[in-house]
């Protein structure tokens, strides 16, 4: 009698639990105007990528973005839950009463904005946001804890007492960028008001740009792993501490593309109130066009974050057109159209965000190394240097007058592109698992040191 084989049913074997990361962010996801708002929607766009991991968003922020965050986070297919500011007191009716109401909240801010740094006293106003977010962190158990911006951690200190491993996303190194607004800082105009208000910041705001650097080492020391967006943005006190991660902004590739126009336009982007955009416009006015003009006329140069009326008037010339703030639509507009984008940025502070940009929509571009801190995978982009405003302006010339080098330049970078999102969403899973390897000999974290001396502070203000 032939042998017959047994056959056993075998138990079904449950899969693996995915790794569920929670992320506090107070950064508006459709606020596509900022760097901040479209590196958080980029980086909601990877995390909705990367395998074997559930992702929980928290954002906390005024009312009016409940709806466009809301709308953003389902799209991507995550978990979304919303936290709403308070609303700001002011004085109410225009009337005599609410004037001065309102000139006395101006007049206390200016002062105690010699103390406090950004965010600070905001988070005060909305430490409802702590228990709001403590309870969700309860009802979902997180594995890790993701603080997308150094200052978000300030509307939740309660987490830093929990044994769950923290991450900090940093978006720019706040110490050495604050030490900076000492010669830089302020707003930016040639009224004599404005002069006058640029001096006072300068000479005046040390104090909150100096606590800054206790409270951005407090949060590093007490976080498991560290995302910064380029090399230098990384704390150099937490090698071997902490898990580190350099992982730039890496948008998708437009819908929107950039084609060649002959039409001779030099384009640049960002905010003058921002100093290392105001150095940029002034290297671009007084600099860069003079030579430029000298060798060929035939240009013209758009700027779209500066008026007229706020520069000097050296700075100004029939080849340069000053667009003010304009609209997202216009900045689309000239980054598909003009010939090429030129970023003659000197800090190496953060990634900068209007590169990355052109890279998504194809636009061709010349760069400062600073400039391309944020890029690292970027290996073909011609390279100015603000000493040499000359070389820069035939380099210029070279592209803008052959388009078969501007559509080669265009090509290549998107093809780096493509390249560099697939690799990074595995190393943000590399990233997430080397933090809980860490973790798992921790012990139970404790709350840092900069909050048990604030709380025991008066929170008025």
């Keep these: 009698m032939p042998h017959t084989p047994k056959y056993h049913a075998f138990r079904q074997v449950d899969p693996m639990p995915k790794t569920k990361i929670l992320i506090l962010s107070i950064t508006s996801f459709a606020d596509l105007k900022n760097g901040g708002g479209l590196w958080s929607a980029n980086l909601l766009e990877t995390m909705a990528q990367v395998p074997d991991t559930e992702f929980v968003i928290v954002s906390a922020g005024h009312e009016s973005a409940r709806t466009s965050n809301d709308a953003f986070v389902n799209s991507l297919g995550l978990k979304h839950a919303f936290i709403p500011f308070k609303p700001s007191f002011t004085g109410g009716e225009a009337t005599v009463r609410a004037r001065i109401t309102n000139l006395t909240i101006s007049a206390i801010n200016i002062v105690l904005e010699k103390y406090f740094f950004p965010w600070e006293r905001e988070a005060r106003r909305q430490s409802h946001v702590d228990a709001a ?30 044994a769950i491993p923290r991450c900090l996303i ?28 640029r001096w006072v910041y300068r000479h005046f705001n040390w104090i909150p740009n100096r606590r800054i650097e206790h409270y951005e080492n407090a949060i590093s020391s007490n976080c498991a792993g560290i995302v910064a967006l380029t090399q230098s943005d990384l704390p150099r006190n937490m090698i071997g501490k902490a898990a580190l991660a350099v992982l730039p902004p890496i948008f998708k590739p437009s819908t929107a593309r950039w084609s060649y126009h002959a039409n001779r336009h030099i384009f640049f982007v960002g905010n003058i109130g921002y100093y290392p955009n105001r150095l940029a416009i002034e290297w671009i006015c007084s600099k860069f066009v003079p030579e430029l003009s000298a060798l060929d006329d035939r240009f013209r140069l758009i700027i779209i974050g500066a008026e007229e009326s706020q520069v000097p008037s050296h700075w100004r010339s029939m080849r340069i057109q000053f667009m003010g703030y304009s609209t997202k639509a216009e900045v ?34 010349l760069a ?45 970078n998107t093809a780096q592109l493509n390249t560099a999102r697939e690799e990074q969403t595995a190393s943000w899973r590399t990233f997430y698992e080397d933090v809980l390897a860490r973790s798992e000999n921790r012990p139970t974290s404790q709350k840092p040191n900069y909050y048990d001396r604030e709380d025991n502070q008066s929170t008025s203000g």
């Design 133 to 162: 977010f403590m309870q969700v962190v309860a009802g979902e158990q997180p594995d890790i804890i993701v603080i997308n911006y150094l200052f978000s951690a300030l509307f939740a200190p309660t987490m830093f007492s929990l």
């Design 170 to 197: 940093t978006l720019n190194n706040e110490t050495a960028f604050h030490k900076s607004l000492k010669l830089h800082g302020g707003p930016a105009g040639v009224q004599p008001a404005r002069r006058i208000a």
């Design 332 to 365: 689309i507009h000239q980054m598909t159209t003009a010939n090429l984008f030129i970023a003659p940025i000197a800090n190496d502070f953060g990634a900068k965000i209007k590169l990355a940009e052109c890279v998504s929509f194809g636009m061709p571009f």
């Design 368 to 412: 400062t190394r600073t400039a391309m801190s944020g890029l690292g995978f970027m290996k073909s982009v011609p390279e100015i240097h603000l000493n040499d405003p000359s070389t820069a302006a035939r380099l210029t010339l070279r592209y803008i007058n052959e388009p078969s080098a501007l559509i080669e330049l265009s090509n290549s």
